[in-house]
T-cell receptor, first 114, second 115 residues
Framework: DSGVTQTPKHLITATGQRVTLRCSPRSGDLSVYWYQQSLDQGLQFLIQYYNGEERAKGNILERFSAQQFPDLHSELNLSSLELGDSALYFC?????????????FGEGSRLTVL | AQSVAQPEDQVNVAEGNPLTVKCTYSVSGNPYLFWYVQYPNRGLQFLLKYITGDNLVKGSYGFEAEFNKSQTSFHLKKPSALVSDSALYFCAVRDIGANTDKLIFGTGTRLQVFP
């Protein structure tokens, strides 16, 4: 158990809909990362937050947004969903930002868009 | 830009034999390299990392990795494979800059250990 909690574990929805994925980092970790894992594109970095502020942005679509709240949990919002958004979405946390430390991953949220 | 490459989609090995999962890197500056493992329907688990120092890094579950600067490689190894080692293995490099801080992952290598 990594200590990172993601909900929901599975989500099935229709095209055009909006979903919210939730992540609780390990106790005390200030950094939260979101990654998307799909069969054709592998593990893609989406976005990172550090202590409530956006720290780094990757291949995140404009239809997607994220935030980190004062209690350090984070949410990833996916809107106007398309079939291609079906993927496994991982949250990871680490205690620091800009340091060479490992990330601790949650079990992921599997999104299926029909 | 920082990147890692995993040239093998799959590696097959018999139980008890040594295993190697290959990774090469391309970085500017000093590399911070990682190996993660993903079991079916699970998240990624950290195995080991190289930051600086000894080129042979020991990690979890009996795995180790050898950093080779001249060959820009960071291969994952284990002296004696177990069936339970069968999983998806990812090499990663840390990309740190003024406006970036993330791990960049390779495409993954599926390790299959046969009894």
């Amino acid at each position: 158990d990594s200590g990172v909690t993601q909900t929901p574990k599975h989500l099935i929805t229709a095209t055009g809909q909006r979903v919210t994925l939730r992540c609780s980092p390990r106790s005390g970790d200030l950094s939260v990362y979101w990654y998307q894992q799909s069969l054709d594109q592998g593990l893609q970095f989406l976005i990172q937050y550090y202590n409530g502020e956006e720290r780094a942005k990757g291949n995140i679509l404009e239809r997607f947004s994220a935030q980190q709240f004062p209690d350090l949990h984070s949410e990833l919002n996916l809107s106007s969903l398309e079939l291609g958004d079906s993927a496994l979405y991982f949250c990871a946390s680490s205690p620091t930002s800009g340091r060479a430390g490992e990330l601790f991953f949650g079990e992921g949220s599997r999104l299926t868009v029909l | 830009a920082q990147s890692v490459a995993q040239p093998e989609d799959q590696v097959n090995v018999a139980e008890g034999n040594p295993l190697t999962v290959k990774c090469t890197y391309s970085v500017s500056g000093n590399p911070y390299l990682f190996w993660y493992v993903q079991y079916p329907n699970r998240g990624l688990q950290f195995l080991l990392k190289y930051i600086t120092g000894d080129n042979l890094v020991k990690g979890s579950y009996g795995f180790e990795a050898e950093f080779n600067k001249s060959q820009t490689s960071f291969h994952l190894k284990k002296p004696s494979a177990l069936v339970s080692d069968s999983a998806l293995y990812f090499c990663a490099v840390r990309d740190i800059g003024a406006n970036t801080d993330k791990l960049i992952f390779g495409t993954g290598t599926r390790l299959q250990v046969f009894p």
